[in-house]
Protein backbone atom coordinates (compact mmCIF):
# COMPACT_ATOMS: atom_id res chain seq x y z
CA UNK A 1 0.00 0.00 0.00
CA UNK A 2 1.64 2.99 -1.34
CA UNK A 3 1.56 6.36 1.04
CA UNK A 4 -1.69 7.89 -0.28
CA UNK A 5 -3.56 4.93 -0.25
CA UNK A 6 -2.26 4.73 3.53
CA UNK A 7 -3.67 8.06 4.45
CA UNK A 8 -7.08 7.43 2.75
CA UNK A 9 -6.75 4.36 4.79
CA UNK A 10 -5.72 6.21 8.31
CA UNK A 11 -8.95 8.90 7.81
CA UNK A 12 -11.32 6.03 6.86
CA UNK A 13 -10.33 3.94 10.23
CA UNK A 14 -10.67 7.86 12.27
CA UNK A 15 -14.12 8.21 10.81
CA UNK A 16 -14.93 4.46 11.45
CA UNK A 17 -13.76 4.60 15.53
CA UNK A 18 -15.02 7.92 15.85
CA UNK A 19 -18.77 7.04 14.19
CA UNK A 20 -19.36 3.62 16.09
CA UNK A 21 -18.13 4.68 19.21
CA UNK A 22 -20.40 7.60 19.56
CA UNK A 23 -23.53 5.46 18.12
CA UNK A 24 -22.64 2.21 20.01
CA UNK A 25 -22.99 3.79 23.61
CA UNK A 26 -26.53 3.00 23.67
CA UNK A 27 -26.66 -0.22 21.76
CA UNK A 28 -25.92 -2.25 24.99
CA UNK A 29 -29.11 -0.64 26.89
CA UNK A 30 -31.26 0.30 23.97
CA UNK A 31 -33.76 -2.36 24.26
CA UNK A 32 -33.78 -2.09 27.49
CA UNK A 33 -34.37 1.66 27.46
CA UNK A 34 -37.80 1.46 25.47
CA UNK A 35 -39.35 -1.56 27.62
CA UNK A 36 -38.40 0.91 30.54
CA UNK A 37 -40.13 3.86 28.89
CA UNK A 38 -43.20 1.47 29.05
CA UNK A 39 -43.29 0.05 25.72
CA UNK A 40 -44.33 -3.41 25.03
CA UNK A 41 -41.51 -6.44 23.45
CA UNK A 42 -43.98 -5.85 20.29
CA UNK A 43 -43.83 -2.07 20.32
CA UNK A 44 -40.12 -2.13 21.35
CA UNK A 45 -39.15 -4.14 17.85
CA UNK A 46 -42.23 -1.80 16.29
CA UNK A 47 -39.96 0.96 17.33
CA UNK A 48 -36.70 -0.61 16.17
CA UNK A 49 -38.77 -1.34 13.16
CA UNK A 50 -40.06 2.43 12.14
CA UNK A 51 -36.09 2.96 12.41
CA UNK A 52 -35.15 0.71 9.82
CA UNK A 53 -38.54 1.86 8.04
CA UNK A 54 -36.83 5.24 8.19
CA UNK A 55 -33.39 4.05 6.07
CA UNK A 56 -35.96 2.34 3.42
CA UNK A 57 -37.36 5.17 2.81
CA UNK A 58 -34.41 7.64 2.78
CA UNK A 59 -31.96 5.75 1.46
CA UNK A 60 -32.44 6.07 -1.97
CA UNK A 61 -32.27 10.01 -1.29
CA UNK A 62 -29.80 10.13 0.59
CA UNK A 63 -27.07 7.99 -1.27
CA UNK A 64 -28.41 10.53 -4.64
CA UNK A 65 -27.21 13.21 -2.28
CA UNK A 66 -23.58 11.86 -1.50
CA UNK A 67 -23.19 10.98 -5.66
CA UNK A 68 -24.72 14.52 -6.12
CA UNK A 69 -23.05 16.86 -3.68
CA UNK A 70 -20.33 14.49 -2.50
CA UNK A 71 -19.65 12.21 0.22
CA UNK A 72 -18.57 14.40 2.77
CA UNK A 73 -21.38 16.65 2.76
CA UNK A 74 -23.41 13.57 3.34
CA UNK A 75 -21.66 12.34 6.31
CA UNK A 76 -21.77 15.99 7.80
CA UNK A 77 -25.61 15.75 7.67
CA UNK A 78 -25.81 12.22 9.24
CA UNK A 79 -23.77 13.45 12.48
CA UNK A 80 -25.95 16.69 12.83
CA UNK A 81 -29.35 14.34 11.83
CA UNK A 82 -28.26 11.67 14.41
CA UNK A 83 -27.30 14.12 17.13
CA UNK A 84 -30.72 15.80 17.05
CA UNK A 85 -33.01 12.84 16.84
CA UNK A 86 -30.85 11.06 19.79
CA UNK A 87 -31.73 13.45 22.07
CA UNK A 88 -35.18 13.81 21.28
CA UNK A 89 -35.33 9.87 21.93
CA UNK A 90 -33.96 10.80 25.44
CA UNK A 91 -36.70 13.60 25.90
CA UNK A 92 -39.64 10.82 25.01
CA UNK A 93 -37.87 8.60 27.61
CA UNK A 94 -38.34 11.59 30.16
CA UNK A 95 -42.00 12.19 29.54
CA UNK A 96 -42.78 8.34 28.76
CA UNK A 97 -44.01 9.28 25.54
CA UNK A 98 -46.89 7.18 23.98
CA UNK A 99 -46.00 4.81 20.96
CA UNK A 100 -46.73 6.96 18.17
CA UNK A 101 -44.31 9.70 19.04
CA UNK A 102 -41.49 6.56 19.24
CA UNK A 103 -42.22 5.53 15.73
CA UNK A 104 -41.57 9.27 14.63
CA UNK A 105 -38.16 9.50 15.93
CA UNK A 106 -37.66 6.04 15.17
CA UNK A 107 -37.72 7.52 11.56
CA UNK A 108 -35.53 10.49 11.98
CA UNK A 109 -33.06 8.25 13.75
CA UNK A 110 -33.09 5.95 10.19
CA UNK A 111 -32.81 9.22 8.35
CA UNK A 112 -29.12 9.63 10.28
CA UNK A 113 -28.01 6.34 9.08
CA UNK A 114 -28.88 6.43 5.57
CA UNK A 115 -27.01 9.75 5.22
CA UNK A 116 -23.46 7.16 6.74
CA UNK A 117 -24.73 4.09 4.59
CA UNK A 118 -23.33 3.90 1.37
CA UNK A 119 -21.27 7.11 1.32
CA UNK A 120 -18.12 6.29 3.65
CA UNK A 121 -17.70 3.43 1.81
CA UNK A 122 -17.75 4.84 -1.75
CA UNK A 123 -15.24 7.27 -0.61
CA UNK A 124 -13.28 5.09 1.09
CA UNK A 125 -13.53 2.73 -2.70
CA UNK A 126 -13.18 5.66 -4.81
CA UNK A 127 -10.31 7.72 -3.08
CA UNK A 128 -8.11 4.18 -2.76
CA UNK A 129 -8.33 3.19 -6.28
CA UNK A 130 -7.47 7.39 -6.82
CA UNK A 131 -4.69 6.47 -4.69
CA UNK A 132 -3.41 3.46 -7.20
CA UNK A 133 -4.07 0.86 -4.66
CA UNK A 134 -4.20 -2.57 -6.44
CA UNK A 135 -4.55 -4.72 -3.39
CA UNK A 136 -8.27 -6.72 -2.43
CA UNK A 137 -11.03 -4.66 -0.55
CA UNK A 138 -11.45 -7.12 1.93
CA UNK A 139 -8.01 -6.23 3.98
CA UNK A 140 -9.23 -2.82 4.15
CA UNK A 141 -12.89 -3.40 5.36
CA UNK A 142 -11.47 -6.06 7.37
CA UNK A 143 -9.38 -3.63 9.39
CA UNK A 144 -12.20 -1.53 9.54
CA UNK A 145 -14.60 -3.76 10.87
CA UNK A 146 -11.59 -4.63 13.22
CA UNK A 147 -11.72 -0.86 14.54
CA UNK A 148 -15.29 -0.55 15.02
CA UNK A 149 -15.29 -3.61 16.86
CA UNK A 150 -12.75 -2.01 19.23
CA UNK A 151 -15.28 1.41 19.22
CA UNK A 152 -17.99 -1.02 19.91
CA UNK A 153 -16.96 -2.80 22.92
CA UNK A 154 -15.42 0.41 24.45
CA UNK A 155 -19.10 2.11 23.60
CA UNK A 156 -21.29 -0.59 24.74
CA UNK A 157 -19.42 -1.27 27.96
CA UNK A 158 -18.88 2.11 28.82
CA UNK A 159 -22.64 2.63 28.15
CA UNK A 160 -24.11 -0.46 30.20
CA UNK A 161 -21.59 0.65 33.33
CA UNK A 162 -23.05 4.56 32.94
CA UNK A 163 -26.85 3.12 32.42
CA UNK A 164 -26.15 1.17 35.73
CA UNK A 165 -24.13 3.70 37.72
CA UNK A 166 -26.91 6.54 36.44
CA UNK A 167 -29.75 5.93 34.69
CA UNK A 168 -30.61 4.77 31.22
CA UNK A 169 -31.16 8.22 29.69
CA UNK A 170 -27.24 8.89 29.99
CA UNK A 171 -25.80 6.95 27.53
CA UNK A 172 -27.82 8.94 24.75
CA UNK A 173 -26.25 11.96 25.73
CA UNK A 174 -22.88 10.96 25.71
CA UNK A 175 -23.65 9.81 22.64
CA UNK A 176 -24.94 13.04 20.85
CA UNK A 177 -21.55 15.11 22.63
CA UNK A 178 -19.97 12.84 20.70
CA UNK A 179 -21.82 12.89 17.80
CA UNK A 180 -21.40 16.40 17.54
CA UNK A 181 -17.40 16.15 17.85
CA UNK A 182 -17.44 13.60 15.26
CA UNK A 183 -18.86 16.90 13.07
CA UNK A 184 -15.72 18.84 13.69
CA UNK A 185 -13.10 16.19 12.91
CA UNK A 186 -14.73 15.22 9.45
CA UNK A 187 -15.19 18.80 8.23
CA UNK A 188 -11.48 18.79 9.21
CA UNK A 189 -10.01 15.62 7.41
CA UNK A 190 -12.61 14.43 4.95
CA UNK A 191 -12.35 15.33 1.61
CA UNK A 192 -13.59 13.93 -2.17
CA UNK A 193 -10.62 12.56 -3.76
CA UNK A 194 -11.16 10.29 -6.82
CA UNK A 195 -14.46 11.50 -7.28
CA UNK A 196 -16.21 14.87 -8.53
CA UNK A 197 -20.44 15.35 -7.30
CA UNK A 198 -22.38 16.05 -10.52
CA UNK A 199 -24.83 19.29 -8.66
CA UNK A 200 -27.71 19.85 -10.66
CA UNK A 201 -29.85 22.52 -10.90
CA UNK A 202 -33.07 20.23 -11.05
CA UNK A 203 -32.35 17.94 -7.73
CA UNK A 204 -35.61 16.09 -8.60
CA UNK A 205 -34.47 15.81 -12.30
CA UNK A 206 -30.73 14.75 -10.71
CA UNK A 207 -32.39 12.27 -8.88
CA UNK A 208 -34.55 10.17 -11.18
CA UNK A 209 -31.11 10.80 -13.45
CA UNK A 210 -28.87 8.69 -10.36
CA UNK A 211 -31.92 6.32 -9.07
CA UNK A 212 -31.91 4.99 -13.20
CA UNK A 213 -28.41 4.78 -13.35
CA UNK A 214 -28.03 3.07 -10.07
CA UNK A 215 -30.83 0.49 -10.84
CA UNK A 216 -29.64 -0.27 -14.33
CA UNK A 217 -26.10 -1.16 -12.56
CA UNK A 218 -27.59 -2.90 -9.20
CA UNK A 219 -31.41 -4.78 -9.46
CA UNK A 220 -31.02 -5.32 -13.22
CA UNK A 221 -27.44 -7.20 -13.07
CA UNK A 222 -28.32 -10.84 -11.75
CA UNK A 223 -24.95 -11.33 -10.09
CA UNK A 224 -26.16 -8.02 -7.83
CA UNK A 225 -29.74 -8.49 -7.87
CA UNK A 226 -29.05 -11.60 -5.82
CA UNK A 227 -27.06 -10.76 -3.26
CA UNK A 228 -29.58 -7.76 -2.46
CA UNK A 229 -32.37 -9.78 -2.26
CA UNK A 230 -30.97 -12.03 0.30
CA UNK A 231 -29.87 -9.02 2.52
CA UNK A 232 -33.82 -8.54 3.74
CA UNK A 233 -33.62 -12.48 5.58
CA UNK A 234 -29.70 -12.00 6.37
CA UNK A 235 -29.85 -7.94 7.63
CA UNK A 236 -33.74 -8.32 9.20
CA UNK A 237 -32.72 -11.02 11.16
CA UNK A 238 -29.06 -9.97 12.69
CA UNK A 239 -31.12 -6.38 13.66
CA UNK A 240 -33.50 -8.99 15.71
CA UNK A 241 -30.81 -10.96 17.31
CA UNK A 242 -28.37 -7.69 18.15
CA UNK A 243 -31.48 -6.21 20.20
CA UNK A 244 -33.10 -9.47 21.65
CA UNK A 245 -29.89 -10.68 23.31
CA UNK A 246 -30.20 -7.71 25.76
CA UNK A 247 -33.05 -8.62 27.75
CA UNK A 248 -32.65 -12.70 26.69
CA UNK A 249 -29.48 -12.51 28.58
CA UNK A 250 -30.88 -10.68 31.04
CA UNK A 251 -33.61 -13.43 31.53
CA UNK A 252 -31.28 -15.67 31.60
CA UNK A 253 -28.87 -14.46 33.87
CA UNK A 254 -31.68 -13.67 36.71
CA UNK A 255 -31.10 -9.92 37.05
CA UNK A 256 -33.51 -7.64 34.83
CA UNK A 257 -31.20 -4.53 36.15
CA UNK A 258 -27.93 -5.81 35.33
CA UNK A 259 -27.24 -3.57 32.68
CA UNK A 260 -23.71 -4.13 32.36
CA UNK A 261 -24.85 -7.76 30.75
CA UNK A 262 -26.86 -6.80 28.32
CA UNK A 263 -23.53 -3.85 27.32
CA UNK A 264 -21.86 -7.51 27.89
CA UNK A 265 -23.81 -8.97 25.12
CA UNK A 266 -23.10 -5.67 22.74
CA UNK A 267 -19.63 -6.19 23.42
CA UNK A 268 -19.19 -9.74 22.69
CA UNK A 269 -20.68 -8.65 19.37
CA UNK A 270 -17.52 -5.63 19.26
CA UNK A 271 -15.04 -8.16 19.61
CA UNK A 272 -16.81 -10.41 17.46
CA UNK A 273 -16.09 -8.00 14.82
CA UNK A 274 -12.25 -7.46 15.66
CA UNK A 275 -11.73 -11.05 15.07
CA UNK A 276 -13.98 -11.32 12.47
CA UNK A 277 -12.45 -8.48 10.45
CA UNK A 278 -9.26 -9.99 11.01
CA UNK A 279 -10.07 -13.27 10.35
CA UNK A 280 -11.71 -12.03 6.78
CA UNK A 281 -8.64 -11.69 4.31
CA UNK A 282 -7.44 -15.02 5.35
CA UNK A 283 -11.13 -16.88 4.77
CA UNK A 284 -10.83 -15.52 1.27
CA UNK A 285 -7.59 -16.99 0.66
CA UNK A 286 -9.22 -20.61 1.35
CA UNK A 287 -11.73 -20.22 -1.19
CA UNK A 288 -11.84 -19.45 -4.33
CA UNK A 289 -15.21 -17.61 -4.95
CA UNK A 290 -16.62 -15.24 -2.41
CA UNK A 291 -20.18 -16.48 -2.69
CA UNK A 292 -18.37 -19.55 -1.06
CA UNK A 293 -17.72 -17.32 1.70
CA UNK A 294 -21.09 -15.96 2.24
CA UNK A 295 -23.10 -19.39 1.80
CA UNK A 296 -21.02 -21.19 4.07
CA UNK A 297 -21.57 -18.27 6.83
CA UNK A 298 -24.97 -17.80 6.64
CA UNK A 299 -25.40 -21.14 6.58
CA UNK A 300 -23.71 -21.75 9.76
CA UNK A 301 -25.16 -19.09 11.68
CA UNK A 302 -28.38 -19.65 11.16
CA UNK A 303 -28.19 -23.06 12.98
CA UNK A 304 -26.20 -21.85 15.79
CA UNK A 305 -29.02 -19.82 15.80
CA UNK A 306 -31.58 -22.61 16.03
CA UNK A 307 -29.60 -24.07 18.89
CA UNK A 308 -29.63 -20.76 20.68
CA UNK A 309 -32.88 -21.00 20.94
CA UNK A 310 -33.60 -24.07 22.84
CA UNK A 311 -30.82 -22.74 25.00
CA UNK A 312 -31.16 -22.06 28.84
CA UNK A 313 -27.77 -21.98 30.32
CA UNK A 314 -26.16 -18.30 30.38
CA UNK A 315 -22.75 -19.16 29.55
CA UNK A 316 -23.64 -21.45 26.84
CA UNK A 317 -26.23 -18.92 25.26
CA UNK A 318 -22.95 -16.68 25.66
CA UNK A 319 -20.46 -19.24 23.84
CA UNK A 320 -22.77 -19.20 20.71
CA UNK A 321 -23.65 -15.81 20.70
CA UNK A 322 -20.11 -15.33 20.03
CA UNK A 323 -19.75 -17.99 17.61
CA UNK A 324 -22.63 -16.70 15.49
CA UNK A 325 -20.81 -13.14 15.87
CA UNK A 326 -17.71 -13.99 14.55
CA UNK A 327 -18.63 -16.21 11.70
CA UNK A 328 -21.69 -13.21 10.46
CA UNK A 329 -18.46 -10.44 11.36
CA UNK A 330 -15.82 -12.10 8.98
CA UNK A 331 -17.96 -12.75 5.79
CA UNK A 332 -18.91 -8.96 5.98
CA UNK A 333 -16.18 -7.84 4.80
CA UNK A 334 -16.42 -10.38 2.20
CA UNK A 335 -19.72 -9.27 0.78
CA UNK A 336 -18.59 -5.70 1.09
CA UNK A 337 -15.81 -6.50 -1.40
CA UNK A 338 -18.24 -8.57 -3.88
CA UNK A 339 -20.36 -6.02 -4.24
CA UNK A 340 -18.05 -3.11 -4.55
CA UNK A 341 -16.27 -4.64 -7.15
CA UNK A 342 -19.76 -5.24 -9.47
CA UNK A 343 -20.86 -1.25 -9.67
CA UNK A 344 -19.28 1.35 -11.13
CA UNK A 345 -17.77 4.41 -8.74
CA UNK A 346 -20.75 6.98 -10.37
CA UNK A 347 -23.64 5.16 -8.52
CA UNK A 348 -21.84 4.10 -6.22
CA UNK A 349 -22.98 5.55 -2.95
CA UNK A 350 -26.52 4.92 -4.42
CA UNK A 351 -26.23 1.47 -5.47
CA UNK A 352 -24.92 0.86 -1.85
CA UNK A 353 -27.50 2.61 -0.19
CA UNK A 354 -30.46 0.37 -2.30
CA UNK A 355 -28.18 -2.16 -0.95
CA UNK A 356 -28.72 -1.05 2.54
CA UNK A 357 -32.58 -0.73 1.80
CA UNK A 358 -32.97 -3.85 0.82
CA UNK A 359 -31.48 -5.00 4.02
CA UNK A 360 -33.51 -2.56 6.03
CA UNK A 361 -36.58 -3.52 4.45
CA UNK A 362 -36.50 -7.24 6.04
CA UNK A 363 -35.77 -5.05 8.96
CA UNK A 364 -39.22 -3.56 8.63
CA UNK A 365 -41.07 -6.90 8.76
CA UNK A 366 -38.52 -9.42 10.98
CA UNK A 367 -38.09 -7.57 13.77
CA UNK A 368 -41.99 -6.92 14.52
CA UNK A 369 -42.91 -10.07 13.81
CA UNK A 370 -40.06 -11.84 15.76
CA UNK A 371 -40.88 -8.98 18.48
CA UNK A 372 -44.52 -10.51 18.66
CA UNK A 373 -43.26 -14.42 18.69
CA UNK A 374 -41.07 -13.26 21.49
CA UNK A 375 -44.40 -12.03 23.46
CA UNK A 376 -46.27 -15.42 22.84
CA UNK A 377 -43.46 -17.64 22.48
CA UNK A 378 -40.34 -16.38 24.54
CA UNK A 379 -37.11 -15.07 23.35
CA UNK A 380 -35.91 -18.64 23.06
CA UNK A 381 -38.48 -19.90 20.09
CA UNK A 382 -37.90 -16.32 18.33
CA UNK A 383 -34.36 -16.98 18.44
CA UNK A 384 -34.87 -20.46 16.53
CA UNK A 385 -37.23 -18.54 14.39
CA UNK A 386 -34.85 -16.42 13.04
CA UNK A 387 -32.47 -18.96 12.51
CA UNK A 388 -35.00 -20.33 10.12
CA UNK A 389 -35.71 -16.79 8.27
CA UNK A 390 -31.82 -16.53 7.82
CA UNK A 391 -31.63 -20.23 6.01
CA UNK A 392 -34.19 -18.11 3.37
CA UNK A 393 -31.12 -16.14 2.15
CA UNK A 394 -28.91 -18.64 1.06
CA UNK A 395 -30.97 -19.89 -2.34
CA UNK A 396 -30.38 -16.29 -3.73
CA UNK A 397 -26.61 -16.56 -2.47
CA UNK A 398 -26.38 -19.29 -4.88
CA UNK A 399 -28.11 -17.70 -7.79
CA UNK A 400 -26.05 -14.91 -7.36
CA UNK A 401 -22.71 -17.93 -7.70
CA UNK A 402 -24.33 -19.03 -10.79
CA UNK A 403 -23.91 -15.36 -12.81
CA UNK A 404 -20.42 -16.30 -12.76
CA UNK A 405 -19.31 -12.55 -12.00
CA UNK A 406 -15.78 -11.81 -12.50
CA UNK A 407 -16.12 -10.09 -8.88
CA UNK A 408 -16.82 -13.43 -7.36
CA UNK A 409 -13.08 -14.76 -8.18
CA UNK A 410 -11.36 -11.36 -8.01
CA UNK A 411 -8.18 -11.56 -5.75
CA UNK A 412 -8.86 -15.21 -5.70
CA UNK A 413 -5.94 -17.22 -4.11
CA UNK A 414 -3.37 -18.32 -6.76
CA UNK A 415 -4.28 -21.78 -6.21
CA UNK A 416 -8.08 -22.80 -5.50
CA UNK A 417 -8.60 -25.30 -2.31
CA UNK A 418 -10.52 -27.39 -4.10
CA UNK A 419 -11.29 -28.75 -7.53
CA UNK A 420 -12.89 -26.25 -9.83
CA UNK A 421 -16.40 -27.71 -9.79
CA UNK A 422 -16.73 -27.71 -5.86
CA UNK A 423 -18.60 -25.59 -3.20
CA UNK A 424 -15.19 -23.27 -3.03
Given at each position: MNAAARKI????????????????????????????????????????????????LFEVPTGVVADSW???????????????????YYLLWQLSAPFPWWAAVSVLLGLGFTFFSGAVEAWLVDALHY??????????????????????FAGSVAGGVIAQATDLGVPFLVRVGVLLAMFGIAFGLMRDVGFTPERSAHPLRATRAVLSASLENGLKVPSVRYVMLAAPFTTGVGFYVFYALQPYLLELFGDPRAYSV????????????????????????????????????????????????????????????????????AATPVRQAYVNDMIPSKQRATVLSFDSLMGSSGGVVVQPALGRA????????????GGIVQLLAVPFLLASRRQGSP?????????PSTEDGGLV
Open positions: QRIYLTLTLGNTLATSFIWGVNTLFLLDAGLSNFEAFAANAFFTAGMVGRRVSFLLGTVTLAGSTYLSGYQGGLEAVFGRGQMVSGVAMAGLAAAIVAGADVLGGWLAPHIRGLFRRRTSVLILSGSISALILLVLGFTRVFWVALVLLTLWAVIESADVYGYPASLAMADAANAPAK
